[in-house]
């Protein structure tokens, strides 16, 4: 059977009902669904946060604060956390072979929505989030390594549903998914 195929394999099962491979993955099983989904369940900071703060709404924040012409880069930029999970930064330089999953999720990932690699704007920008993040809804004014100044936003600290239909909503404005998505033509759980 399918499930007794992938019970031992590297994989995940995606809320759209595919198999995601770690080793191998799948672009169909790359759905802008699954990248809400996912994205939308994971709290940034490894939970550390004053308040349940996605992926997610940090995504879409983004694509909002990088020029126009990068919204997309910014949405997707972290959509590999989707499928292999936010990992605290200085965890993840520990682990060589995180890196290396991360990166072939990425290159797979990004080749199907049109570009190879993040611009220098878009890490900059992800860099102002990071500032923006530490001073709203985290519990220090340290300065962290590698941030910029922040943003003059208000983070929202969106529930988990309302962040999914939040990343959808910014995909449907970029043209990601087709206009009729939220009418029935789409797939969405």
């Known amino acids: 059977s399918d499930m007794a195929e992938h019970a031992y394999a590297p994989t995940i099962l995606t809320t759209d ?3 995601f491979d770690f080793t191998d993955p799948d672009p169909a099983a790359i759905t802008l669904n699954a990248i809400a989904r996912g994205l939308a369940n994971t709290c940034r900071f490894g939970g550390q946060c004053r308040s349940f703060y996605s992926v997610a709404e ?10 126009a012409h990068l919204a997309v880069h910014g ?3 972290d959509a590999a956390e989707a499928f292999i999970g ?12 995180y890196k290396r999953v991360e990166a072939k999720v990425e290159a797979v990932l990004f080749a199907q929505f049109g570009f190879i690699s993040l611009p220098p704007e878009v890490k900059h920008i992800d860099r ?9 809804i985290m519990n220090n004014r ?13 983070l929202e600290c969106l529930s988990p549903e309302q962040a999914y239909r939040a990343f959808m909503c910014r995909a449907l404005e ?3 998914l087709p206009v009729d998505y939220f009418s029935g033509g789409g797939d969405h759980a």
Do not use: C, F, N
Not at 58 to 67: A, D, E, F, G, M
Not at 128 to 133: G, I, K, Q
Not at 146 to 154: L, W, Y
């Open 142 to 154: 340290d300065r962290w390594v590698g941030t910029d100044e922040p943003a003059d936003i208000v």
């Open 174 to 176: 970029l043209e990601l």
């Open 86 to 97: 936010d990992m605290p930064k200085p965890l993840k330089e520990m682990l060589p072979d």
């Open 17 to 19: 009902g595919r198999y």
């Open 58 to 67: 940090h995504s879409i924040w983004v694509s909002r604060l990088v020029p």
């Open 128 to 136: 102002v989030m990071l500032a923006t993040e530490q001073r709203q």
């Open 75 to 77: 949405l997707l930029h």
